[in-house]
């Protein structure tokens, strides 16, 4: 049974900080990504990782302030959010797939099977 359950999503200053977490189970993932969907707005990739290398990818809205890693161990995805804008403010959802997604479709929606229900970030 393949989960996704992401966590840590909160109501924060501009400026400041958060760390979501992704608890994966049920496939072994090779490629996993943060994407986020604000209201009105399409789905949007923020920052992807494969387990066998190629990455990380970031969006150009992110790059140098966001960071996403992965305890394989653990089976777990973190996106680490700092300096966040009004702008960064939506519901961020875990992605994952069972195939090595690469550039240029690390950032596609249709690329990820698997998805969390999501976690909110409100930035204000």
């Known amino acids: 049974h393949v989960q996704l359950v992401e966590s840590g999503g909160d109501s924060v200053e501009a400026g400041g900080s958060l760390r979501l977490s992704c608890a994966t189970s049920?496939?072994?993932?090779?490629?996993v990504g943060w994407f986020r969907q604000a209201p009105g707005k399409e789905r949007e990739g923020v920052a992807t990782?494969?387990?066998?290398?190629?990455?990380?990818y970031y969006a150009d809205s992110v790059k140098g302030r966001f960071t996403i890693s992965q305890d394989n161990a653990e089976n777990m995805v973190y996106l680490h959010m700092s300096s966040l804008k009004s702008e960064d403010t939506a519901m961020y959802y875990c992605?994952?797939?069972?195939?090595?997604?690469?550039?240029?479709?690390?950032?596609?929606?249709?690329?990820?099977?698997?998805w969390g229900q999501g976690t909110q970030v409100t930035v204000s």
């Open positions: 992605a994952a797939s069972s195939i090595l997604v690469h550039s240029p479709n690390v950032f596609r929606v249709a690329s990820f099977k698997y």
């Open positions: 049920g496939w072994p993932f090779l490629t």
């Open positions: 990782i494969n387990k066998r290398g190629g990455g990380p």
